[in-house]
């Protein structure tokens, strides 16, 4: 990067060199700027999608501070300051719903990175290339399907009168899984995993294949089993991988799954203490009048608290060790 | 990491296990798909049905339209998406790379703040672990050059 530098000749070198200079005032900037032309350019299709797409509707937000009318639309609708937000915040379930939402998404995050690293580790440590595809594939086919098939499938497995569960190993005292509470932090936290660990499987298999074999080599002839291997080569390699996923991970730790909390519980009554979320809530709110109101504050909220840990989080990263930080 | 063969054997059983957790449930969906109706209300969803027909398949051949509209309209926006996707984030991702570029550090944030907050971050994933591969790489590469030298 060009310093600071006032040496006419350094400048001329620099500038016959094609670099940009900032500090050297307007005149030299423009003119430096024509190479990178064809880039600009291309920049564009993508720039005008952001700016429609994601930049544009920013000014919705206005709606979580209004009381919204679908008749007088976004500016027309009456301004009522922050009732939209004093109403989330004094309803009776505003308790449950958030800490439903931050402890499914803490046990998301350690169950899914957890399990994705053994499964990553066992399936870097198998010598046949063909059966290794299997199981990678294998691992990645839950991702592919929706959340309302899936949300059929556990259904199938669960259902009172025709599930499997209650045909094959509770034939004799079947369940009512769908009326019962205790065992659907386990289910769900079980069907998030299996939808969604071939993602982090993967990077993680990415991760492990990048590791030098020779280190291997050296530590079993300095006398280190399996274990000691692993804790001090593979996992210290997989440390920029597994940062990165628990930075975005942050980002999205009020944002729930809503196909996984709202379809796969059948929205089944006795089920709302351990399967309500913020999402589900402020869906249920939107049929209710002035409901779009009170969406948009809650998903302001979201987005807001969400952003904030994010930069909290890559700053605390950045301190710690600078190069696995995200910005 | 790869020598003894119990040691494989073990791995290879947990893997076949894992493999089918996953695959299970959607083999049970199959199966039920192609389950007689009459036995699915008595003897409930299973692996082994006791009678099978294809009877929910000549349902879909018979009510098709809103079905093949359905997958017809599915295709249509993932193969536009995906392609249309692609050209446009290969040019900025290209003009993104170019270190020199006036402006790329602000662009780049513009471009992946919106990534980093969403939902569905996965895009934003590959270019972090692009760009640390080549912070690693240009490393490297100033490693090596600086051992030459001495």
Redesign the interface.
């Given at each position: 990067m060009p310093s600071r530098s006032n040496d006419a000749a350094e400048t001329a070198r620099l500038a016959a060199g094609g670099?940009?200079i900032?500090r050297e005032g307007n005149m030299i900037?423009m003119r430096?700027?024509k190479p990178?032309l064809p880039?600009?350019l291309?920049?564009i299709?993508?720039?005008a999608?952001?700016i429609v797409n994601?930049y544009m509707p920013m000014v919705g937000i206005i709606s979580a501070f209004k009381s919204f009318k679908v008749s007088e639309g976004i500016f027309g609708s009456p301004w009522v300051g922050l009732k939209n937000f004093e109403y989330l915040f004094r309803s009776s379930d505003v308790a449950t719903i958030v800490r439903n939402t931050l402890l499914y998404n803490g046990a998301f995050i350690i169950v899914n990175n957890v399990v994705g690293i053994v499964?990553a580790i066992?399936?870097?440590?198998?010598?046949s290339d063909r059966?290794k595809k299997?199981?990678q594939s294998?691992?990645l086919?839950?991702f592919t399907?929706s959340m309302v098939?899936?949300s059929?499938?556990v259904f199938?497995?669960l259902?009172q009168?025709?599930?499997?569960l209650?045909?094959?190993l509770f034939k004799n005292n079947p369940v009512e899984w769908y009326n019962d509470p205790t065992w659907w932090p386990l289910i769900l936290i079980v069907v998030n995993c299996?939808k969604y660990v071939?993602?982090g499987t993967l990077?993680y298999i990415?991760g492990i294949s990048g590791i030098d074999r020779s280190l291997?080599e050296a530590a079993s002839i300095d006398g280190a089993g399996?274990w000691k291997?692993i804790r001090s080569i593979t996992l210290p390699a997989l440390v920029?991988?597994i940062v990165?996923?628990f930075l975005?991970s942050i980002?999205?730790i009020c944002?729930s799954d809503f196909g996984l909390f709202y379809l796969v519980p059948q929205n089944s009554g006795p089920l709302f203490d351990v399967t309500a979320t913020i999402d589900t809530y402020v869906y249920g709110a939107l049929m209710s009048p002035g409901g779009i109101g009170r969406s948009a504050a809650t998903g302001l909220l979201q987005?807001v608290v969400?952003?904030v840990l994010?930069l909290l989080a890559n700053a605390v990263v950045r301190r710690l060790s600078s190069?696995d930080a995200?910005? | 990491?790869?020598e003894s063969k119990s040691?494989?054997l073990v791995?290879?059983v947990?893997?076949i296990l894992?493999?089918l957790?996953?695959?299970v449930?959607?083999l049970?969906?199959f199966m039920?798909s192609i389950t007689d109706e009459n036995t699915?209300?008595s003897?409930?969803?299973?692996?082994f049905p006791a009678k099978l027909s294809l009877g929910a398949y000549t349902y879909i051949t018979t009510n098709s339209s809103t079905i093949f509209r359905a997958y017809g309209i599915t295709i249509l926006v993932t193969a536009i998406g995906t392609a249309a996707g692609l050209?446009?984030?290969a040019?900025?991702s290209?003009?993104?790379s170019?270190r020199?570029?006036?402006g790329q550090s602000v662009?780049s944030?513009?471009?992946?703040f919106?990534d980093?907050?969403?939902?569905r971050?996965?895009s934003?994933?590959h270019h972090?672990?692009g760009l640390?591969r080549r912070?690693y790489d240009l490393g490297v590469r100033a490693a090596v050059h600086a051992d030459q030298r001495f």
């Amino acid at each position: 990067m060009p310093s600071r530098s006032n040496d006419a000749a350094e400048t001329a070198r620099l500038a016959a060199g094609g670099l940009p200079i900032r500090r050297e005032g307007n005149m030299i900037k423009m003119r430096k700027l024509k190479p990178y032309l064809p880039l600009y350019l291309m920049m564009i299709p993508c720039a005008a999608y952001l700016i429609v797409n994601n930049y544009m509707p920013m000014v919705g937000i206005i709606s979580a501070f209004k009381s919204f009318k679908v008749s007088e639309g976004i500016f027309g609708s009456p301004w009522v300051g922050l009732k939209n937000f004093e109403y989330l915040f004094r309803s009776s379930d505003v308790a449950t719903i958030v800490r439903n939402t931050l402890l499914y998404n803490g046990a998301f995050i350690i169950v899914n990175n957890v399990v994705g690293i053994v499964l990553a580790i066992l399936i870097t440590g198998i010598k046949s290339d063909r059966m290794k595809k299997w199981y990678q594939s294998s691992v990645l086919l839950p991702f592919t399907m929706s959340m309302v098939v899936i949300s059929y499938v556990v259904f199938a497995f669960l259902s009172q009168q025709n599930g499997m569960l209650n045909n094959s190993l509770f034939k004799n005292n079947p369940v009512e899984w769908y009326n019962d509470p205790t065992w659907w932090p386990l289910i769900l936290i079980v069907v998030n995993c299996w939808k969604y660990v071939g993602y982090g499987t993967l990077i993680y298999i990415a991760g492990i294949s990048g590791i030098d074999r020779s280190l291997y080599e050296a530590a079993s002839i300095d006398g280190a089993g399996k274990w000691k291997q692993i804790r001090s080569i593979t996992l210290p390699a997989l440390v920029p991988s597994i940062v990165t996923l628990f930075l975005l991970s942050i980002g999205r730790i009020c944002y729930s799954d809503f196909g996984l909390f709202y379809l796969v519980p059948q929205n089944s009554g006795p089920l709302f203490d351990v399967t309500a979320t913020i999402d589900t809530y402020v869906y249920g709110a939107l049929m209710s009048p002035g409901g779009i109101g009170r969406s948009a504050a809650t998903g302001l909220l979201q987005a807001v608290v969400g952003f904030v840990l994010v930069l909290l989080a890559n700053a605390v990263v950045r301190r710690l060790s600078s190069k696995d930080a995200i910005f | 990491m790869r020598e003894s063969k119990s040691q494989q054997l073990v791995f290879h059983v947990i893997l076949i296990l894992v493999a089918l957790a996953m695959i299970v449930p959607l083999l049970l969906l199959f199966m039920s798909s192609i389950t007689d109706e009459n036995t699915l209300v008595s003897d409930g969803y299973s692996l082994f049905p006791a009678k099978l027909s294809l009877g929910a398949y000549t349902y879909i051949t018979t009510n098709s339209s809103t079905i093949f509209r359905a997958y017809g309209i599915t295709i249509l926006v993932t193969a536009i998406g995906t392609a249309a996707g692609l050209i446009v984030t290969a040019l900025m991702s290209f003009s993104l790379s170019i270190r020199d570029l006036p402006g790329q550090s602000v662009i780049s944030f513009l471009v992946f703040f919106y990534d980093a907050v969403q939902r569905r971050p996965r895009s934003f994933i590959h270019h972090v672990d692009g760009l640390r591969r080549r912070q690693y790489d240009l490393g490297v590469r100033a490693a090596v050059h600086a051992d030459q030298r001495f």
